[in-house]
C-alpha cells in the first residue's frame, strides 16, 4: 500500500501542528511525524507577542488555545532590580489591540496536534 501526502511537517510543536491542522482544512493531506508520544515540560512556557495573537486568530487557534491552556496578558512591565522601569499597556499602544498571550507549552502542543489531527491531519 502507498501513502501520499501532499505536506508532511516534522515535528507538531506550534508551527508544525498549526499548518497541518489549516492545510487539512483546505483539503491537503498532511502527515505530521512527532517523536514524543506525550509531550513534556522543557522549563519553557511560551509567550506570543500581539501580532501572533492577530495571526492565531485568523488561523481558528486562538479560542482554543485560549480555552484550554492560554492566558491573555494585557500589560508589559519592565523592571530593573525592584525598581518599574516601564509599563506597557499592549491594548491601548499595538494595531491589533490585544495583549501578548502566554501558555505552557506541552499543553499548547497537545492542543494544536490535537486540532491537526481533527482537520484531517494523520499524525504519528
Same mark, same amino acid.
Not at 507538531?12 to 497541518?20: D, Q, R, T, W
Given at each position: 500500500?502507498?501513502?501520499?501526502?501532499?505536506?508532511?511537517?516534522?515535528?507538531?510543536?506550534?508551527?508544525?501542528?498549526?499548518?497541518?491542522?489549516?492545510?487539512?482544512?483546505?483539503?491537503?493531506?498532511?502527515?505530521?511525524? #512527532? /517523536?514524543? /508520544? =506525550?509531550?513534556?515540560?522543557?522549563? =519553557?512556557? #511560551?509567550?506570543?507577542?500581539?501580532?501572533?495573537?492577530?495571526?492565531?486568530?485568523?488561523?481558528?487557534?486562538? *479560542? /482554543?488555545?485560549?480555552?484550554?491552556?492560554?492566558?491573555?496578558? =494585557?500589560?508589559?512591565?519592565?523592571? *530593573?532590580?525592584?525598581?518599574?522601569? =516601564? /509599563?506597557?499597556?499592549?491594548?491601548?499602544?499595538?494595531?491589533?489591540?490585544?495583549?501578548?498571550?502566554?501558555?505552557?507549552?506541552?499543553?499548547?502542543? #497537545?492542543?494544536?496536534?490535537?486540532?491537526?489531527?481533527?482537520?484531517?491531519?494523520?499524525?504519528?
Amino acid at each position: 500500500m502507498t501513502l501520499l501526502y501532499d505536506v508532511i511537517t516534522v515535528g507538531g510543536g506550534l508551527v508544525g501542528s498549526a499548518i497541518a491542522k489549516c492545510l487539512a482544512e483546505h483539503g491537503y493531506r498532511v502527515l505530521v511525524l #512527532e /517523536r514524543e /508520544r =506525550r509531550f513534556r515540560d522543557r522549563v =519553557r512556557g #511560551e509567550q506570543m507577542h500581539p501580532w501572533g495573537v492577530a495571526e492565531a486568530r485568523t488561523l481558528g487557534l486562538y *479560542q /482554543r488555545l485560549a480555552d484550554t491552556c492560554g492566558h491573555q496578558t =494585557r500589560w508589559w512591565t519592565t523592571y *530593573q532590580g525592584a525598581t518599574l522601569l =516601564r /509599563r506597557r499597556d499592549f491594548v491601548q499602544t499595538t494595531p491589533h489591540q490585544v495583549g501578548s498571550f502566554n501558555f505552557y507549552h506541552p499543553d499548547m502542543q #497537545e492542543t494544536l496536534m490535537c486540532m491537526a489531527a481533527e482537520a484531517g491531519a494523520e499524525v504519528r
